[in-house]
């Protein structure tokens, strides 16, 4: 049997993660590794919003027909109404936008898509849990060494950071690999900086769960959530929430901002019970009280983002998804950024002009191409949240009531038209121009 032309480790079982495996396992001489440092893959998590770009990423590989079993959304290439925006944060609410994209918002149960993606992935994939890197190894010559927290080792010829916003490789990449390898003017040439290994607090704090969608019908049958996603606007929060599951149920995700402050800056996810989660969005309209009192219980999460990076890779070692970019999830795009990033990344390697003495020119054409993109889309996401919250740097609206004023209606249309044109990207842009794109950065001749 002959060798493999390349052995990639991919560390972290994450959405990003999985889709690279998946696609780089279509490539018969790329052996896959991937390491999971939880001790399984739990079906775990809430909604999440797949858009054109990503969900043709996606059904190039194979996976679109399974996937739509999981949802009563119908793909459609034709223009129409997607999210519908509506000023909430007052008694009697106010519609005032709805947003028109070519191509359907696919929305669906986290669990759902990591089911699938695992499904999905080929015999020859290998696949370890309870595995934590702790750091890595790169020599000039010779496979990068990795050395895991339980003790043992393992190598490979491309390590992938897929492992989250608190990345273990970031950190290596950025902090103990380059001191090694790079002198002091080659480290400022390529922009690394190690004030970005840690995540920052963005200031707003997340309300995620799952709402029985049976519950709250009987509440309120003719709830507008049961027609189409929708965003609720208020000075200093908002909600968003969409059908998953076949509409067995419904997505809830609130968010509040407070002025960023390291005392309030928490990573875990504790559970908050329906009476304290309604008492962040108290005197709201009653279609905000409907989906509060369907609510159980909620886990709390501060939403962290990074600092922009001026590279994604390292040598032969690269960054992938949030490690990459964690970018605020106002425009639903991680994941979305992840599977692109995942599907760009596999063109490339599994590219027959790649190889191992030319894996790093292969990460510099992923870099150059999917970084860029990151960074429009960070910086659309974070413009978006201060949109959605109906931030004074960005709207001025009479918090009491939007209705007094045709200023403020005026207002609010003119932000929802703002909101659209920031997000286009997600439905108009197509990821094969960008593997295109990266692809044609390699040198010697023509790809296979």
Same mark, same amino acid.
């Given at each position: 049997? &002959?060798?493999?032309?390349?052995?990639?480790?991919?560390?972290?079982? /994450?959405?990003?993660?999985?889709? +690279?495996?998946?696609?780089?396992?279509?490539? &018969?001489?790329?052996?896959? @590794?991937?390491?999971?440092?939880?001790?399984?893959?739990?079906?775990?998590?809430?909604?999440? /919003?797949?858009?054109?770009?990503?969900?043709?990423? =996606?059904?190039?590989? /194979?996976?679109?027909?399974?996937?739509?079993?999981?949802?009563?959304?119908?793909?459609?290439?034709?223009?129409?109404?997607?999210?519908?925006?509506?000023?909430?944060?007052?008694?009697?609410?106010?519609?005032?936008?709805?947003?028109?994209? *070519?191509?359907?918002?696919?929305?669906? *149960?986290?669990?759902?898509?990591?089911?699938?993606?695992?499904?999905?992935?080929?015999? !020859?994939?290998?696949?370890?849990?309870?595995?934590?890197?702790?750091?890595?190894?790169?020599?000039?010559?010779?496979?990068? #060494?990795?050395?895991?927290?339980?003790?043992?080792?393992?190598?490979?010829?491309?390590?992938?950071?897929?492992?989250?916003?608190?990345?273990?490789?970031?950190?290596?990449?950025?902090?103990?690999?380059?001191?090694?390898?790079?002198?002091?003017?080659?480290?400022?040439?390529?922009?690394?900086?190690?004030?970005?290994? @840690?995540?920052?607090?963005?200031?707003?704090?997340?309300?995620?769960?799952?709402?029985?969608?049976?519950?709250?019908?009987? =509440?309120?049958?003719? @709830?507008?959530?049961?027609?189409?996603?929708?965003?609720?606007?208020?000075?200093?929060?908002?909600?968003?929430?969409?059908?998953?599951?076949?509409?067995?149920?419904?997505?809830? +995700?609130?968010?509040?901002?407070? &002025?960023?402050?390291?005392? *309030?800056?928490?990573?875990?996810?504790?559970?908050?019970?329906? *009476?304290?989660?309604?008492?962040?969005?108290?005197?709201?309209?009653? #279609?905000?009280?409907?989906?509060?009192? +369907?609510?159980?219980? +909620?886990?709390?999460?501060?939403?962290?983002?990074?600092?922009?990076?001026?590279?994604?890779?390292?040598?032969?070692?690269?960054?992938?998804?949030?490690?990459?970019?964690?970018?605020?999830?106002?425009?639903?795009?991680?994941?979305?950024?992840?599977?692109?990033?995942?599907?760009?990344?596999?063109?490339?390697?599994?590219?027959?002009?790649?190889?191992?003495?030319?894996?790093?020119?292969?990460? !510099?054409?992923?870099?150059?191409?999917?970084?860029?993109?990151?960074?429009?889309?960070? #910086?659309?996401?974070?413009?978006?949240?201060?949109?959605?919250?109906?931030?004074?740097?960005?709207?001025?609206?009479?918090?009491?009531?939007?209705? $007094? $004023?045709?200023?403020?209606?005026?207002?609010?249309?003119?932000?929802?038209?703002?909101?659209?044109?920031?997000?286009?990207?997600?439905?108009?842009?197509?990821?094969?121009?960008?593997?295109?794109?990266?692809?044609?950065?390699?040198?010697? /001749? $023509?790809?296979?």
């Amino acid at each position: 049997m &002959p060798k493999d032309k390349l052995s990639v480790a991919i560390c972290g079982g /994450g959405i990003g993660g999985l889709v +690279a495996a998946i696609a780089l396992s279509k490539y &018969p001489d790329i052996s896959v @590794h991937v390491y999971e440092a939880k001790r399984s893959f739990e079906e775990v998590g809430a909604g999440i /919003g797949i858009w054109p770009r990503a969900w043709k990423v =996606l059904a190039t590989l /194979g996976l679109a027909q399974e996937l739509l079993l999981c949802t009563n959304i119908e793909i459609s290439e034709l223009l129409g109404p997607s999210f519908r925006f509506r000023k909430g944060d007052e008694r009697e609410g106010l519609d005032f936008y709805t947003m028109m994209t *070519h191509g359907r918002l696919i929305t669906l *149960h986290r669990a759902d898509l990591q089911r699938v993606l695992l499904s999905h992935l080929a015999d !020859k994939c290998q696949i370890t849990c309870s595995k934590q890197l702790s750091s890595y190894e790169e020599q000039e010559f010779g496979p990068i #060494e990795l050395s895991f927290a339980d003790g043992t080792s393992s190598t490979c010829d491309v390590l992938i950071g897929a492992d989250g916003i608190r990345s273990g490789i970031r950190s290596c990449m950025l902090a103990v690999q380059p001191v090694q390898n790079f002198t002091d003017q080659q480290l400022a040439e390529i922009g690394l900086r190690p004030s970005a290994i @840690h995540p920052i607090w963005t200031g707003y704090t997340a309300y995620r769960t799952l709402i029985s969608a049976d519950r709250l019908k009987q =509440l309120q049958p003719d @709830h507008r959530v049961f027609s189409g996603p929708t965003q609720y606007f208020g000075h200093g929060g908002c909600i968003t929430a969409y059908e998953v599951s076949q509409g067995s149920l419904v997505n809830f +995700a609130g968010f509040r901002f407070r &002025p960023p402050n390291e005392e *309030h800056s928490f990573s875990g996810s504790p559970m908050i019970n329906q *009476h304290e989660l309604a008492g962040y969005f108290q005197g709201w309209d009653s #279609e905000v009280q409907a989906l509060l009192e +369907a609510v159980e219980s +909620a886990t709390s999460w501060a939403i962290h983002t990074v600092e922009p990076l001026q590279t994604l890779a390292v040598g032969r070692v690269v960054l992938l998804g949030d490690a990459a970019h964690g970018v605020m999830p106002f425009q639903g795009a991680g994941a979305g950024l992840a599977i692109e990033g995942a599907y760009t990344l596999a063109c490339l390697l599994g590219d027959s002009r790649t190889t191992v003495e030319t894996i790093p020119e292969a990460l !510099k054409a992923y870099d150059q191409t999917i970084r860029p993109l990151a960074r429009q889309a960070a #910086e659309a996401s974070a413009l978006n949240g201060k949109y959605f919250t109906l931030q004074e740097s960005v709207v001025k609206v009479n918090q009491d009531s939007a209705r $007094s $004023s045709d200023k403020d209606r005026e207002r609010l249309s003119e932000v929802g038209r703002l909101v659209e044109v920031n997000w286009q990207w997600a439905w108009v842009g197509n990821a094969e121009d960008s593997v295109q794109q990266a692809l044609s950065m390699l040198s010697g /001749g $023509s790809s296979s």
